[in-house]
């Protein structure tokens, strides 16, 4: 074997079991200025033509393979370098997280959620309105004129006069302003939800001045209260997860809604617990009534044509109730001990099929 053929062995056999530090010590040792292939390229100089002419290929084949070799080898390594880094990184996602979750949903949070999807089962859209209100959406409208005793009843936080005057700003009462909002903005059929804060003046173990409530509007041709109380009644169903809810409609008094109904909803006690369902006892849940033709002109449209009910639910109440809370405050004070107890994983999305509760 000649000298070449020698090195040539040498050099692919150190090549092929080198690390990637090692292949750049074999290249400069072979390919440098001074390494062993480049001293051969440097003789080819001094050769006799005849010489050149056969050792001359060989001398450059050998460099070519020496290259190739080393390159090769290179991108091998580098290949295999990676896929261990990206073995070692590998996160299957598929699996449960077991880092505890920092924070909770907040039971008035799930239960939005919770009526949004009951709501949609039965066709409802979710529409909002803003919290900052004006006199006009927030009573005027609704069949409550300057004068009326209604206002007094509403401990509404009123914002100073503005200075043209014309507008009297307040923080919304009721989310029934989101009736008005609606009317005039859409054409009916009408059939929406608004859940959201309200605020009055007003603070003991089952007031705060922010609270929740969630409002109903059904604006359609040919409604009644028989419509009013089947919805209730499917709604309250899904809520409370039980099908012995029994209703009660009583008569009442709403400047927006004529005849007007408060609901109460029948409950028994069990082991000194109140548990909804059953007609031993009844607690009042909600206020409704069919809207007042007044309120649908106030909107632009006519009542001749197009008549609706409403409906109007405290939330925090509705979590209490369901959720066996007992202080109203405790929802406000931020105890992230109250929190953890009766929060709710981020994971929880209430769906039907799953038990809105679930
Ligand atoms: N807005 C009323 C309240 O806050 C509740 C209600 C809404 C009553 C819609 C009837 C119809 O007390």
Redesign the pocket.
């Known amino acids: 074997m000649s000298d070449l053929d020698q090195l040539k062995g040498d050099l692919l056999a150190a090549i092929d079991s080198a690390d990637l530090a090692r292949l750049e010590d074999i290249r400069v040792s072979a390919l440098g200025k001074s390494g062993s292939v480049t001293g051969l390229l440097k003789t080819l100089g001094g050769m006799s033509p005849e010489e050149r002419q056969t050792t001359g290929p060989r001398i450059h084949a050998l460099r070519e393979a020496v290259t190739e070799a080393l390159t090769g080898r290179k991108a091998g390594l580098e290949r295999e370098a990676l896929d261990a880094r990206l073995a070692g990184e590998t996160l299957d996602i598929t699996l449960p997280v077991d880092v505890p979750a920092a924070g909770t949903v907040h039971p008035v949070s799930q239960v939005m959620d919770e009526l949004a999807e009951i709501f949609a089962d039965l066709g409802f859209a979710v529409a909002t309105g803003p919290e900052i209100e004006d006199d006009w959406h927030n009573f005027t409208a609704l069949n409550i004129p300057e004068s009326h005793p209604a206002r007094a009843m509403h401990d509404t936080f009123y914002f100073p006069d503005e200075p043209d005057g014309e507008r009297k700003m307040l923080l919304r009462t ?1 989310t ?1 302003p989101v009736q008005i909002r609606t009317m005039v903005n859409q054409q009916p059929p009408i059939r929406i939800i608004a859940p959201g804060r309200t605020y009055r003046s007003d603070s003991d173990a089952t007031h705060t001045p922010m609270f929740h ?1 969630v ?1 109903g509007l059904v604006i359609d041709k040919g409604i009644t209260l028989g419509h009013l109380k089947w919805t209730l009644e499917t709604f309250l169903k899904a809520y409370f997860e039980r099908d012995d809810i029994v209703l009660r409609l009583r008569p009442s008094y ?1 400047p ?2 004529e005849p ?1 109904a408060e609901v109460d909803v029948g409950y028994t006690i069990q082991n000194g617990k109140r548990v909804i369902g059953g007609s031993d006892h009844w607690m009042e849940v909600l ?3 069919m809207v007042h033709p007044k309120v649908i002109a106030a909107c632009g449209l006519d009542p001749d044509e197009w008549q609706g009910f ?3 639910c405290g939330i925090d109440r509705l979590a209490m109730l369901k959720y066996g809370m007992d202080d109203l405050r405790a929802f406000f004070d931020g105890d992230i001990r109250w929190l953890k107890h009766y929060g709710f994983a981020a994971l929880d999305v209430p769906t039907l099929s799953g038990g809105v509760g679930a």
């Open positions: 009721h029934s409530q409002e709403f927006f809604t007007s206020g409704s009534g409403a409906f109007g």
